[in-house]
């Protein structure tokens, strides 16, 4: 089994799985001819279904093994096992800068630091012409030594314009950290897109929140290209004001109004950071009374007038295209753009076109500009014309978009029905669930499952609620499409098991039956007895060409009167389909 613990790949034993992602899983290994521990990054197989895919991975790792810099982690080695490549880099004993943003704020010395090692790493880099491209917090590594690391430039793009390198498509930013020009699939990319990336790690950092988080990452990468930066102030009333300026220039949509260097942003961040009295040297913040002085409630003229000319209006699109851009780039921001569609079928979810829509929350022209618009939607429309902060009246909208094959409007009028009903409302949860579930929608049934299982907070949801959970995050886990609106890290922090059954059964359908195998296993270790485990242990026998064992585990689960009646029917299905 291709990158199994305890076996060998090359020189390399592989000592346990440390994480994964949507391109890539990152293993702990030992190199016994140099006796040290190895960070072993093994892309997933589908990459490999470019045929020119191999020469480029090898040029681009010859690229990135040569950054040479104290605060970039180096790659040592690159190779391939059983037709998958892999990264082999140091080994870093530590944690990550996002793990520490979750101990709480950060200290001046913390600050600065980031500053300076995340900031001189990213400037030498881009002075060799390499690009990130997905800098976030997770991407940096504090080591147990007290040394900070930039990590995986492993898939970097060479900056060079003409350069061949790794599909666009599959080497995309995280949604809460991507670039506007990112997000709307622009191709010539520049130092601009890192050093916006950069700059929202520093807003994170001072304000304590990113600048933009929504339920899905439709929503999130939607704001970065047209809603302007919350002010740093408006949030948090201790941020400086010389601070906040530079906060404003380096996450400017337009990339042309940016920093033109990681350098200049440095200095210029560092710069406020002493005017406005909180030292980069120390271990805690301090700020000078003046610099409190502020109603943020009221923004005086000269104010507003300098933040609007910091960001610059883009302008509303009337035709589909950026739409269509928008729904594609997804993909590849969550780094799922390398993954075939196996089965060859087109999934119901982008199956049907999609509407025009040319502002944040959905809407529809008078009917008299859509002949062909349904009653439906027109009546739907009027109603949230008339209730615009009604949650109600924007699901009505939401289904009957949906209804009339318009999946994208519908799902953004959905988020904005969520958005206002607000995260205890478990009324309208469960309203909303229950529509969506009838209607066999299992992405949004999933996404609004969570939603309501949130709401009990300290209660013990109900039986039906549980198993509606589980029934939803399994179907749609099939679909090529569902981490563009279900995170899978949601699901771990409301059942860590059900979120190892999700990746399994995601990765049979849209990756490799080694990585299913491997996401059953954990699952498996984690609750044994869950009977989503034997459901999908079957239909990866059912892949495997296993038909036998299929139909024995298939067979018990249909017969098991202890099991949730959706699993019996399930495998009742799967059975069906055995000759």
């Not at 408006?234 to 601070?243: H, L």
């Not at 206002?420 to 478990?426: S, V």
Request: charged share 20%.
């Amino acid at each position: 089994m291709s990158f199994k613990v305890g076996e060998n790949v090359g020189p390399y034993r592989i000592i346990e799985q440390l994480g994964q992602g949507g391109m890539a899983t990152v293993f702990k290994a030992y190199h016994a001819s140099l006796d040290r521990y190895v960070a072993v990054k093994a892309l997933h197989q589908a990459f490999n279904e470019d045929s020119t895919f191999t020469a480029r991975f090898q040029r681009e790792a010859r690229v990135v093994a040569k950054l040479e810099h104290p605060n970039i982690v180096p790659v040592y080695d690159y190779s391939e096992h059983e037709s998958r490549p892999y990264l082999v880099m140091k080994f870093i004993e530590g944690d990550t800068l996002k793990a520490r943003f979750q101990r709480g704020a950060l200290s001046s010395q913390e600050i600065e630091q980031v500053v300076t090692s995340v900031g001189s790493a990213l400037g030498y880099a881009h002075q060799q012409g390499v690009l990130h491209r997905d800098i976030k917090p997770s991407n940096v590594l504090l080591s147990n030594e007290g040394v900070m690391y930039l990590a995986d430039f492993g898939l970097a793009r060479i900056a060079q314009a003409g350069e061949s390198t790794l599909s666009s498509d599959s080497i995309m930013g995280t949604p809460q950290y991507i670039s506007p020009e990112q997000a709307m699939g622009k191709k010539d990319l520049d130092s601009g897109t890192d050093i916006y990336s950069f700059g929202v790690m520093l807003y994170e950092m001072v304000v304590g929140q990113v600048p933009f988080s929504a339920d899905t990452p439709f929503s999130i990468i939607h704001d970065h290209i047209y809603t302007p930066l919350p002010l740093p102030m408006d949030i948090n009333p201790k941020v400086p004001e010389p601070v906040q300026k530079v906060l404003l220039k380096a996450l400017a949509k337009d990339r042309a109004d940016r920093y033109e260097t990681v350098e200049d942003l440095v200095y210029a961040f560092k710069a406020a950071w002493t005017e406005a009295g909180v030292p980069m040297q120390g271990t805690a913040i301090t700020m000078r009374p003046a610099s409190l002085k502020r109603d943020t409630k009221i923004q005086d003229k000269a104010t507003a007038q300098r933040i609007e000319a910091s960001q610059p209006v883009v302008k509303k699109r009337s035709s589909s295209w950026i739409w269509v851009s928008l729904v594609l780039m997804l993909i590849g921001c969550v780094g799922l753009g390398a993954f075939a569609n196996r089965n060859g079928l087109i999934r119901r979810w982008f199956a049907q076109p999609t509407a025009i829509v040319n502002s944040p929350v959905p809407s529809l022209p008078p009917a008299s500009a859509q002949p062909n618009v349904s009653p439906a939607i027109v009546a739907a429309q009027e109603l949230v014309n008339q209730n615009p902060a009604d949650p109600n009246a924007h699901l009505g909208l939401s289904l009957a978009l949906w209804d009339d094959g318009q999946p994208v409007p519908a799902l953004q009028a959905l988020t904005q029905a969520a958005n206002l009903a607000g995260p205890t409302n478990r009324e309208f949860f469960a309203n909303a669930t229950a529509e969506y579930k009838k209607r066999e929608a299992w992405i949004a049934t999933a996404g609004l499952y969570l939603r309501l299982v949130q709401t009990y907070r300290d209660e013990t949801p109900p039986q039906e609620v549980k198993d509606g959970l589980s029934e939803s995050v399994y179907k749609a886990s099939e679909q090529k499409d569902m981490p563009l609106f279900v995170f899978f890290d949601r699901i771990d922090a409301v059942n860590l098991p059900l979120g190892y059954i999700a990746r399994g059964r995601y990765a049979l359908y849209n990756g490799n039956i080694e990585e299913a195998k491997l996401q059953l296993n954990n699952a498996e270790n984690n609750k044994p007895d869950m009977y989503e485990v034997p459901l999908l242990k079957a239909e990866i026998e059912l892949k495997a060409g296993n038909q036998r064992i299929a139909r024995d585990i298939l067979t018990a689960l249909s017969s098991d009167l202890g099991a949730p009646a959706w699993i019996r029917d399930f495998a009742n299905q799967l059975l069906q389909t055995i000759p």
